[in-house]
Each structure stands twice: as C-alpha cells, then as structure tokens.
C-alpha cells in the first residue's frame, strides 16, 4: 500500500465510533481489494466468517498494524 492509502486508512479509523471493536474498525476501514483478500483467505481456511481476522488485528499494536498495512 502507498504511504497515502495508508494515512487514509488511519485517518478513517480514527473516525470509526468506539463502540465496536478495535479489530472491527480496523477491518472495516480496509480498502475494498484488501478486504476481498482477507474474505477468500478465511474461505479457503474453511471459515464462514472473518472473526479470525478480527480478533488477529485486534491484538496488534498501532505499529504493527502500520506494518501490516504497507505489506498489504
């Protein structure tokens, strides 16, 4: 991802409201090719679901999730 993508994806997730997780928030604010990406990867792991990957981006640190999202 783009340095710029990247500003805009956290900028969007400062916007998201509190009441959901932070695992939520942060899938939600994903662009739409890396959520597709995510979606197949849980259907070829056998889930109906991506709580997985929610429950994975809940328990990264600000950095972390940083860095995930310039290998995304």
């Known amino acids: 991802m783009t340095k710029s993508t990247i500003t805009k994806t956290l900028l969007k997730l400062e916007a998201q409201p509190k009441e959901y997780s932070l695992g939520f928030n942060r ?15 849980c259907i070829l792991k056998g889930e109906n679901n991506n709580l997985s990957m929610k429950d994975f981006l809940n328990n990264l640190t600000n950095q972390e999730f940083i860095n995930f999202l310039k290998l995304a």
């Open 27 to 41: 899938l939600t604010v994903l662009p739409i090719r890396v959520r597709k990406n995510i979606n197949l990867a």
